[in-house]
């Protein structure tokens, strides 16, 4: 947040004065999370939508699936999202060209930042190529119903 506040050019300085008594758990992060609801690519088109709810993690044509986080919400609750969405074709001439789509580019985590990120729920998963992070249960009726045992008890 730091970082991303100061664009990169902000210095921070601390300084250790004591020991104090346990204030209680360290709160998380407030915004929700965009999960991906299906398995494909990631398309451009959908994700020039998806912007506009929040700060995404993936680029277009980077492979996603079901349950994947793509991205953080700027709400406080996690949505579910598709991000394989293409535009709808006709047959219809529009008269206005379309735009080229531009999108901000991904923020993108290293894999201290993506274990400080995640969520009791959610996992962090790691391959020679890529850093990604997951629900714990991809699946989300079974995530549901796992949330739904756990207010419960």
């Given at each position: 947040?730091?970082?991303?506040?100061?664009?990169?050019?902000?210095?921070?300085?601390?300084?250790?004065?004591?020991?104090?008594?346990?204030?209680?758990?360290?709160?998380?992060?407030?915004?929700?999370?965009?999960?991906?609801?299906?398995?494909g690519?990631?398309?451009?088109y959908?994700?020039?939508?998806?912007?506009?709810?929040?700060?995404?993690?993936?680029?277009?044509?980077?492979?996603?699936?079901?349950?994947?986080?793509?991205?953080e919400?700027?709400?406080?609750?996690?949505?579910?999202?598709?991000?394989?969405?293409?535009?709808?074709?006709?047959?219809?001439?529009?008269?206005?060209?379309?735009?080229?789509?531009?999108l901000?580019?991904?923020?993108?985590?290293?894999?201290?930042?993506?274990?400080?990120?995640?969520?009791d729920?959610?996992?962090?998963?790691?391959?020679?190529?890529?850093?990604?992070?997951?629900?714990?249960?991809?699946?989300?009726?079974?995530?549901?119903?796992?949330?739904?045992?756990?207010?419960?008890?």
């Amino acid at each position: 947040e730091f970082l991303s506040d100061t664009r990169g050019t902000g210095i921070m300085n601390r300084l250790f004065e004591n020991y104090g008594p346990y204030k209680g758990p360290i709160e998380g992060r407030q915004n929700g999370v965009l999960i991906s609801n299906g398995t494909g690519e990631a398309v451009g088109y959908a994700l020039n939508m998806l912007e506009e709810r929040g700060v995404l993690f993936v680029s277009p044509q980077e492979k996603v699936y079901e349950g994947m986080l793509i991205g953080e919400n700027a709400k406080p609750d996690d949505l579910e999202v598709n991000p394989m969405k293409s535009k709808q074709l006709t047959n219809f001439r529009s008269t206005g060209k379309d735009d080229a789509i531009r999108l901000t580019p991904p923020r993108t985590m290293t894999l201290e930042q993506a274990i400080a990120y995640i969520d009791d729920d959610e996992m962090v998963e790691v391959t020679p190529k890529s850093i990604r992070l997951r629900k714990v249960i991809l699946c989300p009726h079974e995530r549901k119903k796992a949330s739904r045992k756990k207010e419960a008890a």
